[in-house]
T-cell receptor
């Protein structure tokens, strides 16, 4: 089992719709969880971080964390073509000081 | 957020030469920085963890004598690719975690290395 799993996609959604991206992780002691957006040929950009169970909202983005289920998700409301990118889920454990990345989900927002 | 810079953004070098890439945290101190490599359409691959004032920790399969890392200050880490070969051509990205409750990690813009 991979440490951080994401569906590779592509996930296609129409413009204006909600895009839902999911990630599961295997290490129960993981403490912080991150979503990065990576455009083709560019480096990853941090868009959300979360470390408490529940929802965290920032503009059109909402991160959801469920530690009991070892599951973290990202919702993008009112999706725009400019949101088309690969979204990376990352998990941090302070004991090992390691960030483990998923392989990413490619999102396509169709105009 | 936080800002991490990387220089150069692109470099082309001849096979057998060495290339140095600099990574700087501009608005925070970073005792640790990470170096990643990414091939086209592939995932990020962690190469090494750079620690200020001590030796870097390399991931399995990464040659420490080929990829020299120096973390001389709290804001600067360098990666030197020695005796570069065409198979070293890749996108090299550094990152720095900003210490706090969440340990958010910020990436530099990356360096595209082409070895001819």
């Amino acid at each position: 089992q991979k440490e951080v799993e994401q569906n590779s996609g592509p996930l296609s959604v129409p413009e204006g719709a909600i895009a839902s991206l999911n990630c599961t992780y295997s290490d129960r002691v993981s403490q912080s969880f991150f979503w990065y957006r990576q455009y083709s040929g560019k480096s990853p950009e941090l868009i959300m971080s979360i470390y408490s169970n529940g929802d965290k909202e920032d503009g059109r983005f909402t991160a959801q964390l469920n530690k009991a289920s070892q599951y973290v998700s990202l919702l993008i409301r009112d999706s725009q073509p400019s949101d088309s990118a690969t979204y990376l889920c990352a998990v941090f454990t302070s004991g090992t000081y390691k960030y483990i990345f998923g392989t990413g989900t490619r999102l396509k927002v169709l105009a | 957020g936080a800002v991490v810079s990387q220089h150069p953004s692109r470099v082309i070098c001849k096979s057998g030469t060495s290339v140095k890439i600099e990574c700087r945290s501009l608005d925070f101190q970073a005792t640790t920085m990470f170096w990643y490599r990414q091939f086209p359409k592939q995932s990020l691959m962690l190469m090494a963890t750079s620690n200020e004032g001590s030796k870097a920790t390399y991931e399995q399969g990464v040659e420490k004598d080929k990829f020299l890392i120096n973390h001389a200050s709290l804001t600067l880490s360098t990666l030197t690719v020695t005796s570069a070969h065409p198979e070293d051509s890749s996108f090299y990205i550094c990152s720095a975690p900003k210490q706090g409750a969440v340990y958010e990690q910020y990436f530099g813009p990356g360096t595209r290395l082409t070895v001819t």
